[in-house]
T-cell receptor, first 114, second 112 residues
Framework: NAGVTQTPKFQVLKTGQSMTLQCAQDMNHEYMSWYRQDPGMGLRLIHYSVGAGITDQGEVPNGYNVSRSTTEDFPLRLLSAAPSQTSVYFC?????????????FGSGTQLSVL | SQKIEQNSEALNIQEGKTATLTCNYTNYSPAYLQWYRQDPGRGPVFLLLIRENEKEKRKERLKVTFDTTLKQSLFHITASQPADSATYLCALLMDSSYKLIFGSGTRLLVRP
């Protein structure tokens, strides 16, 4: 029972570098999302997807891209990393749309941008 | 736009007492409100969901209320234990979209 799997767990980048945070779920969930968590700020929604081929912006989308080519995978891309993107990133999924469905979270990726 | 407010100060209580955490929202009342628990270094874990017409929901030692007039949800843990120490987050839909947003959470510390 893997659930929601995020890789890597830790990453250090230099300003301007690019990278992709991976997220995969094996529960056949329609809805997937990415959050970042900063001290005192709580979880902030970056992007979300309601199904394969459909993505939309959340509260803080600038600097991030996503795609959803399969039901299982929802990668988050940082095209040109900035120190302001230092944070803990969580991927989450739910069986259907999140209004009355609980979210299942991954264990997070701790990203530092120097 | 919708905003969620949770007390940023930690709640420190004695084991065996009831912990009460508050979640306030600013705009329209959502049809559903969710509560999650988060331990240090881990992702949040779902606890309870309450619908706007339910007023109260219980699960073992947990109880959630939902007052759409006050725009508030209360989360209670009865007979609290040190193992209940964690950060508790409330979440609801931002608007008519599918954006589930979270409050900043309240840290609960239960002293033995």
């Amino acid at each position: 029972n893997a659930g929601v799997t995020q890789t890597p767990k830790f990453q250090v980048l230099k300003t301007g570098q690019s990278m992709t945070l991976q997220c995969a779920q094996d529960m056949n969930h329609e809805y997937m999302s990415w959050y970042r968590q900063d001290p005192g700020m709580g979880l902030r929604l970056i992007h979300y997807s309601v199904g394969a081929g459909i993505t939309d912006q959340g509260e803080v989308p600038n600097g991030y891209n996503v795609s959803r080519s399969t039901t299982e995978d929802f990668p988050l891309r940082l095209l040109s990393a900035a120190p302001s993107q230092t944070s803990v990133y969580f991927c989450a999924s739910s069986r259907r749309l999140p209004s009355d469905e609980k979210l299942f979270f991954g264990s997070g990726t701790q990203l530092s941008v120097l | 736009s919708q905003k969620i407010e949770q007390n940023s100060e930690a709640l420190n209580i004695q084991e065996g007492k009831t912990a009460t955490l508050t979640c306030n929202y600013t705009n329209y009342s959502p049809a559903y409100l969710q509560w999650y628990r988060q331990d240090p270094g881990r992702g949040p874990v779902f606890l309870l969901l309450i619908r706007e017409n339910e007023k109260e929901k219980r699960k073992e030692r947990l109880k959630v209320t939902f007052d759409t007039t006050l725009k508030q949800s209360l989360f209670h843990i009865t007979a609290s234990q040190p193992a209940d120490s964690a950060t508790y987050l409330c979440a609801l839909l931002m608007d008519s979209s599918y954006k589930l947003i979270f409050g900043s959470g309240t840290r609960l510390l239960v002293r033995p």
